[in-house]
């Protein structure tokens, strides 16, 4: 069974970096897609950023220029790199790993942005 687990998350002033850590226990084959959310109280679930087991990596438009998303070997890891952090990038950051026969989430990690 696979599950994933975040970590990295915190406090940050704005302008501020964090990295966000997925580590992945199981085996996930392939084709691939792995990516982070993030959501905000009251608000769905929004798409950030995802890169496939062909390391071809997408963004959405308020994350380009400022987040970098990177994998591990064999699928063991993804990784977020955030800088520049804004105060709108306060919200809990989940893990998600898409693969045949599997859709699985991580329990989310807490980022705060203060101004």
């Known amino acids: 069974q696979v599950h994933l687990v975040e970590s990295g998350g915190g406090l940050v002033q704005t302008g501020g970096s964090l990295y966000l850590t997925c580590a992945v226990t199981g085996s996930i084959s392939s084709p691939n897609r792995m990516g982070w959310y993030r959501q905000t109280p009251g608000k769905r679930r929004e798409l950030v950023a995802t890169?496939?087991?062909?390391?071809?990596?997408y963004y959405e438009d308020f994350v380009k220029g400022r987040f970098i998303i990177s994998r591990g070997d064999a699928g063991k890891a993804v990784y977020l790199q955030m800088t520049n952090l804004q105060p709108e990038d306060t919200a809990v950051y989940y893990c998600n790993v898409i693969f045949p026969g599997g859709n699985v989430w991580g329990q989310g990690t807490q980022v705060t942005v203060s101004s």
């Open positions: 890169v496939t087991n062909d390391y071809i990596q």
